[in-house]
């Protein structure tokens, strides 16, 4: 149903009141905002609650924003707003430093924004489905325990630790790995994941003759590593039950698409009642990562959307910092 621009604006001041005051808003309260007579505004509030962005409690005579009015306010209406100082030197100072770890500088990214916004916070790095394998190794701990070491093309580090079986050596550890490097090494995990279940069982039965033990190697060495993983703040607040894979799972869904920005109401069961506002930011070179907030319906969206902006920002500058020391491409320093 289309509405006036007088009825938008009606509409804004509703979400904008409530959002501060947490009351239903009545009539009064908007002539204060929008200059026209009393009556008018009532007939423009009813235009709404008829197109179902407003409604009203069973105990006011005050309208509060329905589901769809929130929806029609981002789609239509939304604008950034302008952060306090008090805010912005918050997140200035949080990201304050040098990160030496990419997973400090995501978890920062969650646990400021989760402070500043009282929301639960989920920092996704690129999706692991386009990450390729840039390095491996196995190194053994002692006489039985070794340890697979990955790094990612973003610069995450993932380890799993096993037994190493009594049929196995030290010199079968390096044929496997020299099966790695030569078969798996900058192809993207997704690639890997098929490789491992197609391609590796035949070229290991080359080098092997009980191939058994050593598939099963592979199997427990790559655990885990097509697994999402994300910097989490304030999970207790909203989804205590859900494991963090399952919450990633359906962010990756919710944001698998072009939007720089997106925002779902009640879009799957497993966020029912509540809002995701996520934005996407920039890992330099590698691809695009994803900041996730979820909470109530009824926020100040402007506000919140702001706060989630500016940490998208800072921290791809961050990232450009993290990666162009990573990269070798350091620093030129100027001589006088």
Do not use: C, W
């Amino acid at each position: 149903m289309s509405i006036t621009e007088r009825q938008k604006h009606v509409l804004d001041k509703i979400i904008s009141i409530y959002a501060k005051e947490r009351q239903p808003v009545g009539s009064k309260s908007l002539m204060a905002n929008i200059d026209v007579s009393s009556a008018t505004i009532r007939n423009d509030m009813k235009v709404l609650e008829d197109a179902g962005f407003i409604e009203k409690p069973h105990t006011s005579s005050g309208r509060v924003p329905s589901i769809a009015g929130y929806r029609y306010f981002v789609e239509n209406d939304f604008e950034l707003e302008e952060l306090t100082q008090t805010d912005l030197f918050q997140v200035m100072k949080a990201f304050d430093g040098e990160f030496v770890r990419l997973s400090d500088l995501m978890k920062t990214a969650a646990d400021t924004l989760s402070a500043l916004t009282g929301l639960t916070t989920f920092v996704l790095n690129v999706p692991q489905r386009e990450q390729e394998l840039r390095n491996f190794e196995l190194v053994l701990l002692d006489s039985h325990s070794v340890l697979a070491v990955f790094t990612l093309s973003t610069g995450e580090v993932r380890t799993n630790q096993f037994i190493l079986p009594r049929s196995l050596s030290e010199s079968d550890l390096q044929t496997i790995k020299q099966i790695v490097a030569e078969r798996l090494l900058d192809k993207k995990i997704l690639e890997i994941h098929y490789s491992l279940r197609t391609e590796i069982p035949q070229i290991v039965s080359r080098y092997f003759t009980a191939t058994r033990d050593v598939l099963r190697v592979f199997d427990i060495a790559f655990d885990g590593i097509f697994e999402e993983k994300m910097a989490v703040s304030g999970k207790e607040k909203v989804l205590p039950q859900l494991s963090e894979s399952e919450i990633a799972q359906e962010i990756r869904l919710i944001t698998d698409n072009d939007d720089f920005r997106t925002v779902t109401f009640d879009d799957k069961a497993i966020f029912k009642n509540l809002t995701v506002m996520s934005q996407k930011f920039l890992v330099p070179y590698r691809g695009m990562g994803t900041i996730s907030l979820v909470g109530p319906i009824d926020l100040d969206y402007p506000k919140v959307m702001s706060a989630l902006d500016l940490a998208a920002r800072i921290l791809t500058m961050k990232l450009t910092d993290y990666y162009r020391y990573l990269d070798g491409n350091h620093y030129e320093v100027e001589r006088t």
